[in-house]
């Protein structure tokens, strides 16, 4: 198995997580080819079923779909289907439990703010 996969998370998400990656930072575009399953296993040497159980999830909610006998390509709008589902994502796993946080210290919408601008300066 390849040292960059985590421990801590199913392959085949982090191969899904892989694709929509490369779809949300645009060097995956809409109608493009995507790489193929043989691809996927023959440069991460792991197994066929794994890979193809996180492609076929993304097939099921029409991120990818098939042209027969030409591979996988990036649906039409399935970069803002992402981008929406990643947002959702980063409210409830983040958001809400940093505002009930700061409700409990007594910390303001501005305060807030204010330490989410000196954070980012940080790290972007």
């Not at 040292?3 to 990656?21: C, M, S, V």
């Not at 995507?34 to 999830?57: D, M, R």
């Not at 399935?78 to 947002?87: G, I, N, P, T």
């Amino acid at each position: 198995m390849s040292q960059l996969f985590d421990n801590g998370k199913p392959i085949y998400i982090q191969i899904r997580e892989l694709i929509e990656d490369q779809i949300v930072k645009d060097q995956l575009k809409e109608g493009e080819q995507a790489p193929s399953t043989n691809q996927l296993v023959n440069f991460y040497k792991i197994n066929h079923v794994t890979v193809a159980k996180g492609v076929n999830q993304l097939i099921d909610e029409g991120i990818l779909f098939k042209k027969r006998g030409l591979g996988m390509f990036v649906a039409e709008g399935a970069r803002e289907r992402l981008l929406e589902k990643r947002k959702d994502a980063f409210m409830n796993e983040y958001l809400v439990g940093l505002l009930q946080e700061a409700e409990k210290l007594g910390i303001t919408t501005e305060e807030i703010i204010e330490l989410i601008r000196k954070m980012k300066g940080r790290v972007g």
